[in-house]
Nanobody, 111 residues
């Protein structure tokens, strides 16, 4: 059974930083593309970043240059570094592997 557990969210002021983690179990993690998406109340779900098994990455235009996705295959963990946060980054952040996702971690950015 695939399980994904996110952590690292919190409340920060605009311009601040956070580091999200996603620990994966129940699957051969290093052979999968993984990603982060977010959803704010009343808004559509937005793909934020993805990282393939070869380490190649893609980002939404809204976060390019501010967010960095990485993975540590030895730890079955994916990370999302969030820098220069803006109030519009406030959302629940989820990690995803295939059709599986975690419970999410809340990021709140105040002005």
């Amino acid at each position: 059974q695939v399980q994904l557990v996110e952590s690292g969210g919190g409340s920060v002021q605009a311009g601040g930083s956070l580091r999200l983690s996603c620990v994966v179990s129940g699957v051969l993690y290093d052979s999968y593309c993984m990603g982060w998406f977010r959803q704010a109340p009343g808004k559509e779900r937005e793909g934020v970043a993805a990282i393939d098994s070869d380490g190649s990455t893609t980002y939404a235009d809204s976060v390019k240059g501010r967010f960095t996705v990485s993975r540590d295959n030895a730890k079955n963990t994916m990370y999302l570094e969030l820098n220069n946060l803006k109030t519009e980054d406030t959302a629940m952040y989820y990690c995803q592997l295939s059709n599986n996702r975690g419970q999410g971690t809340q990021v709140t950015v105040s002005s």
